[in-house]
C-alpha cells in the first residue's frame, strides 16, 4: 500500500496498520464506525473493535467445531492423520495440566480451559503469518475502495487480523483469568479465607494495610502479566512485519532484502507463536492451580 | 490501541468459548481416547496372559512328550523280554517234544525189532525141523548130519 508517489507516508502506513476497526459512539453522540484513528480515539470506551472481535470469535469457532467434528468422528482404529495430530493436541492439554496443576484440588474445567487457551491463543497468533497486506487489501477491496484510495491518503478500510496484537483482546481474555482466580479462590477458601489470604500474609494481622496492598498488587500483577506479555510480543511482531513491508516500495533491491527479511522474521515466529500460546496457557494453569491451593 | 468494550467483549466470548469446549468438545474426545488407551491396556494384558498361557502349555506338552518317550522305551523293553521269554518257552517245549517222539519212536521200533527178531526165530526153527525132517526122510545118517545140524542151531542162536 506505500506508494512511490509519496502521498502515503511510511508513518501514514504504519498508523493504518495499527488503527482498528473500530464501531463506537461518536462525541455527537451518534454511533458508527470511526473513519480515522483519531476519530476511534474519541470514542472512548463505548466502542469495539469490530475486526478484533470478528477474527477472535472466528477463529474461536473453527477452533471448537473443528475440534467437535474430530471428536465426534473419532476412529478407534485406523484414525487419520489429523486425528492423531488433534488428539495429541487434546493430550498435551492433558498433560500440561497434570504436571501444573494442584493434585489436592480436582477441577474437570482446568483441562478444557488449557485446551481452549491454547489452541485458540495458537490461532490468533498464527494470523501473523499471513502477509502483512493481503487480508486488510481485500477488505479495502470488498469495501469498495479505489485503487488510489488504497495506495494514497484515502485509505480508510482498517482491518488488523491478528487479535492478538489489539490489548483488548489479550487484556480480556486476562481479565476472565482474574475472574477465574477470584471465583476459585473464594469456592476453594471461602470469602473469608480469600481476604484473610489478602490481608494477613505474608507479614500477619499487625501489618494489614500493608498485606492488603502487597497481596492485591500481586493478585492483580499476574493477569496484567499475562495479557501484556502476548499484547507486547505479538505487537512487536506486527510492527516489524509492517516496517520490513515498507521495504517492498523502496526498489527492487532493498525490496529483495525486505523479502528475505520477512521471510526470516516469519520463521522465527513459527517458534514465537506457539511459544506465547504455551507460555499463556501454562501460566493460567498455574494462576488456577493458586487459586486452589491453601497458604 | 484503546481500550474498550472490546475487552469485555473478549471476556465473555472466553467464558463462553470455555463452556463450549467444556460441555461439547472435551467429553466426547476424552473418553474416545481414553476408551481406546484401556483397549489397547487389556489388549497388551491378554497378550501376556497368552502369552504365559502359551509358556506353561509348552511345558506341560514337553512333559508329557518326555513322559510318553520313556513310557515308549518301557514298553518296548518290556515287550522285548517277553518275546525272548516266549522264544525261549517254545524251543524248551519243542526240544522237549523232540526228545519226547524220539524216544517214542525209538522204542517202538526196539519193540519191532524185538518182535521180528522173535518171529523170524520161530520160522527159522520151524524151517529147521521143516528142513531136518526133509532130511530125515531122505536119509538118516544121524552121524553124517548131527555135526550140520548142530552147526545150524548154533548159528540161528548166534543171530
Known amino acids: 500500500m506505500a506508494s512511490g508517489n509519496g502521498e502515503l507516508t511510511g508513518a501514514g502506513y504504519i498508523k493504518h496498520h495499527l488503527t482498528n476497526l473500530t464501531f463506537g459512539q461518536h462525541p455527537d453522540g451518534t454511533w458508527g464506525f470511526a473513519h480515522s484513528a483519531a476519530e476511534a480515539k474519541e470514542m472512548g470506551f463505548m466502542a469495539i473493535h469490530v475486526d478484533s472481535m470478528l477474527w477472535s470469535i472466528g477463529l474461536g469457532l473453527v477452533f471448537l467445531l473443528l475440534f467437535k467434528r474430530f471428536a465426534k468422528g473419532f476412529k478407534k482404529e485406523q484414525p487419520s492423520r489429523s486425528q492423531v495430530a488433534v488428539e495429541s493436541i487434546f493430550q498435551f492439554a492433558q498433560d500440561s495440566k497434570n504436571s501444573s496443576f494442584t493434585p489436592h484440588a480436582k477441577n474437570n474445567y482446568i483441562a478444557p480451559i488449557a485446551l481452549t487457551v491454547f489452541v485458540w491463543v495458537l490461532f490468533m497468533n498464527l494470523m501473523d503469518i499471513v502477509p502483512i497486506d493481503w487480508l486488510p487489501l481485500l477488505a479495502a477491496v470488498l469495501n469498495g475502495e479505489s485503487w488510489s484510495q488504497i495506495s494514497g491518503t484515502g485509505a480508510h478500510t482498517y482491518m488488523k487480523v491478528v487479535p492478538t496484537t489489539d490489548p483488548n483482546i489479550t487484556l480480556g481474555m486476562a481479565l476472565s483469568v482474574l475472574v477465574m482466580i477470584v471465583y476459585y479462590s473464594i469456592k476453594v477458601k471461602g470469602a473469608g479465607g480469600f481476604v484473610k489470604e489478602l490481608a494477613f500474609q505474608p507479614f500477619g494481622p499487625k501489618l494489614l494495610p500493608f498485606n492488603l496492598l502487597l497481596e492485591t498488587v500481586a493478585l492483580l500483577a499476574k493477569p496484567l502479566s499475562l495479557g501484556l506479555r502476548l499484547f507486547g510480543n505479538l505487537y512487536a511482531a506486527e510492527l516489524i512485519f509492517i516496517l520490513i513491508a515498507m521495504t517492498f516500495s523502496a526498489g527492487i533491491g532493498v525490496g529483495l532484502l525486505g523479502g528475505f527479511a520477512q521471510m526470516g522474521w516469519a520463521i522465527f515466529h513459527i517458534l514465537v507463536i506457539p511459544l506465547q500460546a504455551y507460555i499463556f496457557m501454562m501460566l493460567t494453569i498455574v494462576y488456577l492451580s493458586q487459586a486452589h491451593e491453601h497458604h | ?159
Open chain 2, 1 to 159: 490501541m484503546n481500550i474498550n468494550l472490546t475487552l469485555l467483549g473478549q471476556s465473555i466470548t472466553f467464558f463462553l468459548f470455555v463452556w463450549f469446549c467444556k460441555k461439547y468438545v472435551w467429553p466426547p474426545m476424552m473418553d474416545a481416547i481414553e476408551a481406546r488407551q484401556k483397549e489397547i491396556a487389556d489388549g497388551l494384558a491378554a497378550a501376556e496372559q497368552g502369552q504365559k498361557a502359551q509358556e506353561v502349555a509348552e511345558k506341560e506338552a514337553a512333559e508329557l512328550v518326555a513322559k510318553a518317550k520313556t513310557q515308549a522305551a518301557e514298553i518296548i523293553a518290556s515287550a522285548e523280554k517277553r518275546g525272548n521269554a516266549v522264544v525261549e518257552e517254545a524251543q524248551e517245549t519243542a526240544n522237549s517234544e523232540k526228545t519226547r517222539i524220539l524216544d517214542s519212536a525209538q522204542s517202538e521200533v526196539d519193540q519191532q525189532v524185538f518182535a521180528a527178531r522173535e518171529e523170524l526165530r520161530g520160522q527159522v526153527s520151524s524151517i529147521a525141523v521143516a528142513a531136518a525132517s526133509k532130511i530125515a526122510e531122505k536119509e538118516i545118517d544121524e552121524s553124517a548130519h548131527a555135526a550140520l545140524i548142530e552147526d545150524l542151531v548154533q548159528q540161528l542162536k548166534a543171530s
